[in-house]
């Protein structure tokens, strides 16, 4: 019995080479975090674009005595419609492996956390929690050095 069919049959413990993985493919460590990354934007911009419509047809849910940082609730709601929106899109964007996706994900990560600075007085563990996974998104799309 040859080597490789050996290491296929056991697979515990076995290390695989280059050769077990189809031409053009490589999967590395990053390329999970690009994945995670990818995820993450499509379930942050769909909260984002929930708090937008919760904000634009039911303003009571925040209470009568809102204060947010900048503009009204009104703005604040059609605000997070379209950078959640611009979100899900860049989120299956980076599905594709696409580097416009990399950039656009880390400009509207960083838009985004500043965004949550607006409401952090409405909710503010809502907000920090929002803020803390943008900043691990931005982390998983910067650091990745590998570029298709």
Same mark, same amino acid.
Request: aromatic letters at 14%; hydrophobic letters at 55%; proline letters at 1%.
């Given at each position: ?18 050769a077990d ?7 590395? *460590? +990053?390329?999970? $975090? ?6 993450? %934007?499509?379930?942050? #911009?769909?909260?984002? @674009? ?18 947010l940082l900048?503009?009204?609730?009104? *703005? +604040?709601?059609? $605000? ?6 611009? %979100?899900?899109?860049? #989120?299956?964007?980076? @599905? ?7 950039i656009v ?15 952090? *007085? ?27």
């Open positions: 019995m040859s080597t490789s069919t050996r290491q296929g049959m056991s697979g515990a413990g076995q290390g695989y080479s280059s993985y189809p031409a053009g493919t490589r999967s590395t *460590a +990053w390329s999970g $975090w690009v994945i995670f990354a990818a995820t993450m %934007l499509v379930l942050v #911009g769909g909260f984002t @674009f929930i708090d937008g419509l919760v904000a634009l047809f039911n303003a009571g849910y925040y209470g009568a005595h809102y204060n900048v503009g009204n609730l009104q *703005a +604040w709601g059609w $605000w997070n419609l379209v950078v959640g929106v611009l %979100l899900i899109a860049t #989120g299956f964007g980076l @599905f594709s492996g696409s580097i416009w996706a990399r994900g880390i400009i509207l990560t960083v838009v985004n956390a500043l965004a949550q600075l607006t409401i952090i *007085a409405i909710f503010p563990i809502w907000a920090l929690i929002i803020i803390s996974v943008d900043v691990i998104v931005i982390y998983a799309l910067a650091v990745n050095r590998e570029i298709e």
